[in-house]
C-alpha cells in the first residue's frame, strides 16, 4: 500500500474509529479518568451511580477551574454511550472494546514494558514450535518434534533429581511476572469485541427485517447463519476458546493454584497492587465475564423473538415506506418548479387529537385489566400460624455455602448436579433453592442450558427438578465467606 493508501485507512480511522475518537476528545483525560475510576472494582455500574459519582467530579471541576460547562452527568453520559465509549442495557453502564483500547493504550505509555525483548522471543518461539507441530502434514515428523520436546522435557527432570537447578535472575523474574500481566490484562478485550459483534448482528437483522420483505422464518436462518459466522470472527473463536478451558477443571485448578503460589513469591512485589490484585482474581473475573457474554446472548435472541412476534418491524417497514413515497413526492414537486410553501386549503379527515400530554398516550397492546374480584382482605398478624410454621424447613445458608466451598476445593470446579453427588439435597425443594442462591451469589458461569438435580425432603420424598446450569469454583468465592450477599 502506497503513500496515499495509507493516509486514507488513517483518515477514515481518525473519522470512524471510536478508540480514535475518544483518545482526540477535548476531554480526553477527563473521561479516561472517570471510566479507569468508575470501573476500577466492578465491570457493572448502575446509571444512577455513575452519574451521580459523575456529577461529584463536575462539580469539583468547576470549583477548580479547569470545567467550565453547566451540562449535568446524564447528558455527557448519553453522549459517551451514543460515541461508544459506553454501554448501557437494563440501566447498567459497562466499558466498550474501544474505552478498553485506548486505557489500555495510555497505561502502556505510563508503563512501558521495558527490556522484554527476551520474554516476547520465547512467547514467539513457543507458540511457533506448538503451531508448527499442529500444522506439520507429516505424522512422523510431528512424532519426532514431540518425542524431542519430551526427551527435553525428560533431561530437565534429570537434572532436577541430580540436584542441579537454573534459577531465574531477579531481573529475568521482574520481566515475567510483568509480562504474566500484560498478556491477562489484554483477555477482557476479547469478551468486549464479542459483545460488539453480537450487538451488530442484532442491529443488522433489524434492519435487515424492516428495509427487506423476509419472511419470519427467512429472518431466523439468517440470524442462525449470523450465530455461526460470530463463532468463527477473531474474538468469537477467542471466546470459544476461553469457555472450553473454563470447563476443563483440571486446566481450571492448576491455572488458580499457580497464580495464586506466584502472587506468593517475593517476585510479586514487582507488581504494583492493582495489578496484582488483578491476577488474584482472573478466574473470578473471566468467569462474569463469559456469564455476562451468555446473558447478552439470550437477551438478543430473545429481543428479536419479541420484535418477530409482535409484528413491529412490518410497522416500521410500513412506516418507512410511506415515508420513502412522501420524499419522492417531495422531489416530484421540486423538480417540477413548485413552491413547497405554498399555502393550501387542503383538509384532512383525520378528527381531533385526543392526546393532550404524554402520560394520556395508550399504548399499543395494553395489558389486559387485573381481575381483582376473587381478593379478600386479610388482617396482618404479628403471630405465624403453625401452617406457615410447619412449611418451613429450616436451611443454614451459610453453613451450606462453606461445605460447597471446601467440595470445590477438593473436587475442582463443578455444577450444581455434580455437586449434589458429593453433599445429597436432603431438605427438599429450599435446600436445592439456597444452592442456586450460593452460586448466584459467587456469580457462577451460566451455560446456557439445563440440567436435571435430585432432592429429597424431611418426610423422604424425592423431588426431581430442572434448573440452570451453572458451573462454580473455588475461586469465585471471596476470602471471607460473609461477603456474599446470601
Not at 477527563?30 to 452519574?51: C, G, H, M, Y
Not at 485506548?102 to 521495558?114: H, N
Not at 527432570?157 to 531477579?170: M, T
Request: with cysteine.
Amino acid at each position: 500500500m502506497n503513500f496515499s493508501g495509507w493516509q486514507a485507512r488513517f483518515r477514515r480511522l481518525q473519522d470512524e474509529d471510536a478508540t480514535w475518537r475518544l483518545l482526540r476528545a477535548d476531554n480526553a483525560p477527563i473521561i479516561l479518568a472517570f471510566i479507569a475510576d468508575l470501573f476500577a472494582e466492578e465491570n457493572e455500574v448502575s446509571f444512577d451511580r455513575a452519574r451521580i459519582a459523575l456529577d461529584t467530579e463536575l462539580e469539583r471541576g468547576r470549583e477548580l477551574g479547569y470545567w467550565s460547562s453547566e451540562s449535568g452527568a446524564g447528558t455527557y453520559l448519553n453522549q459517551w454511550i451514543r460515541k461508544g465509549w459506553l454501554r448501557e442495557m437494563d440501566d447498567m453502564l459497562s466499558k466498550t472494546d474501544a474505552s478498553e483500547t485506548a486505557l489500555r493504550f495510555c497505561r502502556a505509555l505510563d508503563e512501558p514494558a521495558a527490556g522484554t525483548s527476551a520474554s516476547h522471543l520465547r512467547i514467539v518461539q513457543d507458540a511457533v514450535r506448538d503451531f508448527a507441530v499442529a500444522t506439520n502434514p507429516d505424522l512422523d515428523a510431528r512424532a519426532a518434534q514431540l518425542e524431542q520436546q519430551k526427551r527435553e522435557i525428560q533431561r530437565s527432570i534429570d537434572e532436577l533429581r541430580e540436584g542441579v537447578s537454573v534459577e531465574l535472575s531477579e531481573s529475568e523474574q521482574r520481566e515475567r511476572i510483568r509480562e504474566i500481566y500484560q498478556l491477562a490484562s489484554v483477555l477482557t478485550g476479547d469478551f468486549r469485541r464479542v459483545e460488539d459483534d453480537i450487538r451488530r448482528i442484532d442491529k443488522g437483522l433489524r434492519i435487515q427485517m424492516i428495509e427487506g420483505d423476509s419472511s419470519r422464518g427467512d429472518v431466523l436462518l439468517e440470524l442462525m447463519e449470523k450465530e455461526m459466522l460470530l463463532e468463527n470472527t477473531d474474538a468469537g473463536s477467542a471466546f470459544e476458546g476461553f469457555f472450553h478451558l473454563l470447563c476443563d477443571q483440571n486446566r481450571t485448578t492448576e491455572f488458580s493454584d499457580q497464580l495464586r503460589d506466584i502472587l506468593s513469591l517475593p517476585v510479586a512485589q514487582h507488581l504494583n497492587q492493582v495489578q496484582r490484585q488483578f491476577l488474584s482474581r482472573l478466574m473470578r473475573e473471566l468467569s462474569r465475564e463469559s456469564e455476562r457474554v451468555f446473558s447478552i446472548r439470550r437477551r438478543t435472541e430473545e429481543g428479536l423473538r419479541g420484535y418477530i412476534e409482535s409484528g413491529a418491524a412490518q410497522e416500521n417497514r410500513a412506516v418507512a415506506h410511506l415515508l420513502t413515497e412522501l420524499e419522492r413526492s417531495a422531489v416530484v414537486l421540486r423538480e417540477n418548479g413548485c413552491n413547497l410553501n405554498t399555502q393550501t386549503r387542503l383538509e384532512l379527515p383525520v378528527g381531533v387529537p385526543g392526546i393532550r400530554s404524554p402520560m394520556s398516550m395508550a399504548l399499543r397492546q395494553p395489558d389486559e385489566n387485573l381481575d381483582t374480584s376473587g381478593v379478600e382482605e386479610q388482617a396482618n398478624h404479628r403471630e405465624p400460624s403453625m401452617e406457615m410454621l410447619d412449611s418451613l424447613e429450616v436451611v443454614q445458608i451459610r453453613q451450606l455455602a462453606v461445605r460447597t466451598l471446601d467440595t470445590l476445593r477438593r473436587h475442582g470446579p463443578m455444577t450444581i448436579s455434580i455437586l449434589s453427588s458429593y453433599q445429597p439435597l436432603m431438605e427438599g425443594l429450599e435446600e436445592l433453592v439456597a444452592c442456586i442462591r450460593v452460586a448466584r451469589a459467587i456469580h457462577a458461569t451460566d451455560l446456557n442450558t439445563t440440567e436435571q438435580v435430585e432432592a429429597h425432603d424431611r418426610y423422604g420424598i424425592r423431588i426431581r427438578a430442572s434448573i440452570p446450569k451453572l458451573l462454580m469454583s473455588a475461586d469465585l468465592f471471596p476470602d471471607n465467606i460473609d461477603e456474599l450477599t446470601l
